[in-house]
């Protein structure tokens, strides 16, 4: 095994967490960083000691970066995706794998083509929590899965995030914005959906920007703000999904997963830990389960580390461009039942990724 050669395009917010992925993930070596803001890219470099910041031009045309992890805003994440395919190098994007279906199929086709990798974000079910849930589920701590809930529900982004217009409008909401981790978290433990239904509204046509430094600015909204969602899953389960920025109060549990003989407390699917709660028929009190698997801490960068050590190997690796899309077509699917009157066949299925066996480091 060697270490793998990695490249970041879009240095903000989020890129710190992938700048420290290395130590954790030794098959892991950050090559250059790249920002369409070259000050930003530079910034990040000196910090994390990165030897290179260049343009994305460059970035792309440098042979020895194998593959990029695209940290750019949403709407340039297919765009971004597609030149770094078109330069002959794997990519793994941050959420959502890209806004429309179209460009995510355009991706997905041109790396077959090309025989190069799509990775994407979120890899929270690789960490410890979430896979101590997939390995009782599978072990059949809660007898046969028969129904699922997952619920997101705050007040907005408007209160606190410095430029929040764009979690408003088409590719953003709660679904897309939140979904992602919920969703994918999900397909991880019962596998792919058959087929949707929703209703979605808009409650506020517009909101006031609570935050600073656009105190008082209001936002046109154009995308629905409740969306209540049904899923049948292949494999049986019936999921029920709210996602909401209207919510002032609320109180109901994060993801729930329940079976024949059980019922399994998953924790927020935006973190990578506990805590694990379980309650079954042999043991008929809620108890805190012991993590079973390693990464319980901010692992972001894990689905990379996998995404590297299964390219070498050539096995399939789990936080795949198939999962993601699937993930992006059930968030349009919502949007589209509700709109549509009607329940939505999902065309497209992946494959459930494989559980992550407990003590798992990438090989380097
Ligand atoms: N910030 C978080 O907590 C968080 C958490 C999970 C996922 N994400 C996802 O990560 C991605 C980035 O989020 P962020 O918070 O870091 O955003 P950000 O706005 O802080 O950073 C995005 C960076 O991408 C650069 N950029 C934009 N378009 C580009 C292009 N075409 N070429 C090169 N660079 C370009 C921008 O200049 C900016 O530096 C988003 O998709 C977001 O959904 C963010």
Redesign the pocket.
């Known amino acids: 095994m060697k270490q793998a050669t990695i490249g970041i ?7 710190s967490i992938y700048l420290e992925a290395p130590q954790k993930f030794p098959n892991l070596t950050i090559g250059a960083v ?4 070259l000050a ?1 890219a530079q910034a990040q470099a000196t910090k994390y000691g990165v030897a290179k910041a260049c343009t ?1 031009a460059d970035l792309l045309a440098d042979p020895a970066i194998e593959l990029v992890i695209n ?4 709407a ?2 297919a ?2 995706a597609l030149q770094v395919l078109e330069a002959g190098k794997h990519v793994y994007n ?2 959502p794998l890209a806004i429309e279906r179209e460009d995510a199929q355009r991706m997905l086709a041109l790396a077959a083509e090309k025989g190069l990798r799509i990775g994407c ?1 979120p890899d929270t079910f690789l960490g410890g929590g979430l896979q101590t849930c997939i390995k009782l589920i599978e072990e059949g701590a809660i007898g046969t899965p028969v129904g699922a809930t997952a619920f997101m529900m705050y007040s907005g982004p408007e209160s606190w995030h410095p430029n929040p217009d764009f979690f408003y409008q088409r590719g953003a909401g709660p679904m897309f914005d939140m979904g992602p981790y919920y969703l994918t978290a999900l397909i991880a433990a019962l596998g792919p959906v058959r087929r949707v239904t929703a209703s979605a509204r808009i409650t506020r046509a517009e909101r006031m920007i609570t935050s600073q430094p656009q105190h008082g600015t209001m936002i046109n909204v154009t995308t629905p703000t409740f969306i209540s969602g049904v899923m049948d899953f292949a494999s049986g389960p019936v999921g029920t999904i709210i996602t909401s920025f209207d919510i002032h109060h609320g109180g109901l549990p994060n993801l729930q997963i329940y079976g024949t003989e059980g019922t399994l407390m998953l924790p927020d699917p935006n973190t990578f830990g506990g805590p694990v709660r379980l309650w079954n028929t042999a043991t008929p009190e809620v108890r805190e389960i012991e993590l079973s698997h390693e990464y319980s801490d901010n692992s972001r960068g894990i689905g990379v580390a996998d995404m590297v050590e299964a390219i070498q190997t050539g096995r399939p690796h789990r936080a795949s461009g198939e999962l993601a899309y699937h993930v992006l077509d059930l968030m349009h699917a919502f949007h589209d039942a509700s709109r549509e009157d009607r329940h939505v066949t999902m065309q497209w299925s992946c494959a459930r990724p494989a559980a992550l066996p407990s003590g798992w480091v990438p090989e380097a």
């Open positions: 395009i879009g240095t903000g917010n989020i890129s790249a920002d369409i803001d930003r994305v940290l750019t805003v949403p340039a994440h765009p971004v941050e959420k974000a």
